[in-house]
C-alpha cells in the first residue's frame, strides 16, 4: 500500500504563487490532479520515476512547475501566476511502474494511488 500525503494548500490572490508537496515513498510516476465543486478531475502535471521527463497540462503550462526529491520522498508543484480559475482541491497519484511511454499519462484511471487533497483557492 502506497501513501500519499498532500500539503501546502491555502488561499492566496491571483497572480501569486502556492507550492505543493507530496510525500511519497518509493520512485513512482507521479501525477497531480484537480478538481473544482461540480467538475471532473482534470490532469494538472506528471513527472518519471527518476524526474527527466514531465508533462503539464495546456492551462498551466509556463505556470507550474513539477519536480521531485527522491532523497526526501517528495514530489512538489512549484504554482505561480495563480489565476482564479486555479481553485480547486489539489490531489497527488502514483502509478506503480517505472515505463513513462505508452500511455496518456494524464487520465486519472492510469493511476494506482492516490492522495486525499489539499485545498487551493485563489481569490481575484
Known amino acids: 500500500q502506497v501513501q500519499l500525503v498532500e500539503s501546502g494548500g491555502g488561499l492566496v490572490q491571483a497572480g501569486g504563487s502556492l507550492r505543493l508537496s507530496c510525500a511519497a515513498s518509493?520512485?513512482?510516476?507521479m501525477g497531480w490532479f484537480r478538481q473544482a465543486p461540480g467538475k471532473e478531475r482534470e490532469f494538472v502535471a506528471a513527472i518519471s520515476g527518476l524526474g527527466g521527463n514531465t508533462v503539464y497540462a495546456d492551462s498551466v503550462k509556463g505556470r507550474f512547475t513539477i519536480s521531485r526529491d527522491n532523497r526526501k520522498n517528495t514530489v512538489n508543484v512549484q504554482m505561480d501566476s495563480l489565476k482564479p480559475e486555479d481553485t480547486a482541491v489539489y490531489y497527488c497519484?502514483?502509478?506503480?511502474?517505472?515505463?513513462?511511454?505508452?500511455?496518456?499519462?494524464?487520465?486519472?484511471?492510469?493511476?494506482?494511488?492516490w492522495g486525499q487533497g489539499t485545498q487551493v483557492t485563489v481569490s481575484s
Open positions: 497519484a502514483a502509478r506503480v511502474g517505472s515505463r513513462w511511454s505508452g500511455y496518456t499519462r494524464q487520465n486519472p484511471d492510469e493511476y494506482d494511488y
Open positions: 518509493g520512485r513512482y510516476i
